[in-house]
């Protein structure tokens, strides 16, 4: 039973166009989200997060959306860079101040950046 | 100012051995996380674990795995009788705690586990 799902595999987007990745959730009890960032052989890299009580975070080129009725969050990158290639993966948090748990993470969508 | 170091980076088992496989959290990090990622599929939780305490280990197989973080040195996941099934990448995080805000998790460079 996946909690955190991506169902996107994959996608390829355009250098200079923006990306957009997708991230669905079933548990109500997660109540803070991040994404991470994976290149081959290398652990995953925290890229930005959002707790449920705001609807969007925004870091630079990365902005990511809320929407906590549809259960839905979203990671914008704009504008994509060749360095932007990579697996991305969304992970979810029951933390109750502190935010001490582990994490759940979807099985990652491989974003290829076209030059 | 060193990440989460883990290590070996690879390791090779035959079926029956044991793996033990170490991870020492980011400097003024207290809590410990270890993760396991099957090829194509995203990160399992597997263990929560803060200086001699284990927190949650709500996703560790109930055999042949254990974990610890003792007092002094770095924290120890240890497979025992390894079978080809427990081939994967092995990953430890590591945050600080601060009671009134959320935490990131900071994770090392991963072990690679191949049971022949």
């Known amino acids: 039973d996946q909690q955190v799902k991506q169902n996107s595999p994959s996608l390829s987007v355009q250098e200079g166009r923006i990306s957009i990745l997708n991230c669905d959730y079933t548990?109500?009890?997660?109540?803070?989200f991040l994404w991470y960032k994976k290149y081959p052989a290398e652990g995953p890299t925290f890229l930005i997060s959002i707790s449920s009580i705001k609807d969007k975070n925004e870091d630079g080129r990365f902005t990511v959306f809320l929407n906590k009725s549809a259960k839905h969050l979203s990671l914008h990158i704009v504008p994509s860079q060749p360095g932007d290639s990579a697996v991305y993966f969304c992970?979810?948090?029951?933390?109750?101040?502190?935010?001490?748990?582990?994490?759940?993470f979807g099985k990652g969508t491989h974003l290829i950046i076209q030059p | 100012n060193a990440g989460v170091m883990q290590n070996p980076r690879h390791l090779v088992r035959r079926r029956g051995q044991e793996a033990r496989l170490r991870c020492s959290p980011m400097?003024?990090?207290?809590?410990v996380y270890w993760y396991r990622q099957l090829p194509e599929e995203g990160l399992k939780f597997m263990v929560y674990?803060?200086?001699?305490?284990?927190?949650?280990e709500s996703g560790m197989p109930k055999e042949r795995f254990s974990a610890e973080f003792p007092k002094e040195g770095p924290s120890i996941l240890r497979i025992q009788q390894v079978v080809r099934g427990d081939s994967a990448a092995y990953f430890c995080?590591?945050?600080?705690?601060?009671?009134?805000?959320?935490?990131?998790?900071?994770f090392g460079p991963g072990t690679r586990l191949t049971v022949l």
């Open positions: 992970a979810a948090s029951r933390g109750t101040g502190g935010g001490a748990d582990g994490l759940t």
């Open positions: 548990n109500s009890m997660f109540d803070y």
């Open positions: 674990l803060q200086k001699e305490n284990i927190i949650d």
């Open positions: 400097k003024g990090h207290s809590h």
């Open positions: 995080a590591s945050s600080p705690f601060q009671a009134s805000s959320y935490n990131e998790q900071f």
